[in-house]
């Protein structure tokens, strides 16, 4: 019976509580069977929340849709939260043994709206630290693992909001992405994942990735996607760098399906090779894009762009660093120092060419998705590469100092173009591909409608969905 709740789509779950045929509570108890189950060897939580506190919140869930007065509407659906963000009561440690463990005073605007609408929080999940690598494990709580397998990683930073969405812990999973922070657990776990264009959902406090990294929905569903982002784009005057709100209607607008559409394909981004089990799945999806309009195979290549993200980063790593007391500073991971010190050898010249390089790789983008309505390439150029290379990062060079096998999720953060990856099938080692739907600012709409036909398109099984048929069970679909 947990299977078949947790596996179906949020609008279902809510409308079952408005028929009483299901109780939040039955909801939160499948939720909790789940972590309980997982979280010893997958380990993508850091908090769980209390138990009883949740089963009340469940129960007060319960008693007001038996009035029909839900709190909002998504009045008793469990959510989770990447350990970046301010949730009012526990601490924000952002995978650091540097940062403090003192209880947030207040939610960050994402989990506030997410309150507002009735969310209940199963609790806040792992990532690296301060999100430096593209693999999640930590030395403050460990290494996060891949459900589909142990060995591998899930992806980083947003790995353990990864792992909840693919294995059915809560319905709306709220990650980061400054570099491929949502999309690359998503690709990792064979789940959707989307990058907003930054600036539509509102962030809290200001910090020096402002206008790169941007929060944004990981879910099993794209339709859940969509109504995730509904609710925590509205507008929150503690972010300076928020696009001006307007009612986008994202989920109403979810079953629009796109028609006479310019689509550029590429294959790889600057040359770089791509495994073929990952090719082969990447171009048959676009098959099925066909009859949404006209593809065009392109050639991507955009100069100095590891060199540019990289340059932003170092500096960043330089400033966490160098804001931190010195006794803090031996307590931060090697390879985040590492980073810190080549940031320290940039000087400020260094930065403003940096930031003048992003502006014409802005422009180059800007342009050619103005010529196409989207874009699709593949989201990683591999499957899932094994926890030890994520904790071993960088230390033998085979891993590139973990960055620069990632290119093809950079164009959208330094642009700050909105960009999803779906998945599209299994790699011949039995981990899912993910391809990677870009548009043009403010264009998370159209992201969103191609995703939503190509989901329904490709049927993938994914993780939840193979253990319901392995269990002999069937999913319900009303």
Not at 441 to 450: C, E, K, T
Request: with cysteine.
């Amino acid at each position: 019976m947990s299977y078949e709740i947790l596996s179906l789509p949020a609008a279902k779950i809510l409308e079952a509580y408005k028929k009483k045929t299901l109780s939040p509570v039955d909801v939160a108890k499948a939720c909790f069977a789940q972590i309980g189950k997982y979280q010893p060897s997958l380990n993508p939580f850091i908090i769980v929340a209390d138990e009883v506190d949740l089963l009340r919140q469940a129960k007060e869930s319960e008693a007001r849709w038996a009035k029909e007065t839900p709190n909002g509407i998504i009045d008793g659906l469990p959510v989770t939260i990447k350990d970046d963000c301010d949730i009012k009561g526990w601490p924000m440690r952002e995978g650091s043994l540097t940062t403090s463990d003192k209880p947030a005073t207040a939610d960050g605007p994402q989990p506030q709206r997410l309150r507002e609408a009735g969310a209940i929080f199963l609790g806040k999940t792992n990532m690296p630290e301060f999100g430096h690598k593209s693999a999640t494990d930590s030395t403050l709580s460990g290494i996060t693992r891949n459900p589909w397998n142990p060995d591998r990683t899930t992806g980083g930073s947003s790995g353990g909001e990864g792992i909840a969405a693919a294995t059915g812990m809560g319905w709306f999973h709220l990650g980061s992405d400054g570099g491929g922070s949502i999309r690359i657990p998503a690709c990792y776990c064979g789940i959707y994942g989307i990058k907003p264009t930054t600036g539509l959902v509102p962030e809290m406090p200001p910090g020096p990735f402002s206008g790169i990294a941007t929060s944004g929905p990981l879910t099993r569903h794209v339709e859940d996607a969509a109504m995730m982002l509904d609710i925590i784009s509205q507008p929150d005057l503690r972010d300076w760098f928020t696009v001006p709100y307007e009612q986008r209607n994202f989920y109403k607008n979810i079953n629009n399906t796109p028609k006479n559409l310019k689509i550029a394909y590429a294959r790889t981004v600057n040359g770089e090779p791509v495994d073929s089990d990952v090719a082969e799945h990447v171009e048959a999806a676009v098959k099925k894009l066909q009859g949404m309009g006209t593809v065009e195979e392109i050639t991507l290549d955009i100069p100095n762009l590891v060199e540019n993200w990289n340059a932003h980063w170092m500096t960043i790593a330089n400033w966490v660093t160098h804001k931190k007391p010195e006794a803090d500073r031996a307590k931060l991971e090697r390879y985040f120092r590492d980073w810190a010190a080549r940031g320290a050898k940039m000087d400020l010249y260094d930065l403003v060419d940096a930031q003048l390089e992003r502006a014409r790789i802005g422009i180059q983008m800007n342009m050619l998705l103005d010529k196409y309505d989207i874009l699709v390439l593949p989201t990683m150029n591999t499957t899932a590469y094994t926890v030890d290379q994520g904790v071993n990062a960088g230390t033998d060079g085979k891993l590139k100092a973990y960055n620069n096998h990632i290119p093809f999720t950079f164009p959208a953060n330094l642009t700050k173009q909105p960009a999803a990856s779906l998945p599209c099938g299994l790699g011949r080692d039995g981990m899912p591909v993910g391809i990677q739907i870009m548009a043009g600012l403010l264009r998370d709409g159209l992201v969103l409608n191609v995703s939503h036909v190509l989901q329904q398109e490709l049927r993938f099984e994914d993780w939840m969905d193979r253990n319901m048929r392995n269990s002999g069970q069937v999913r319900k679909t009303a």
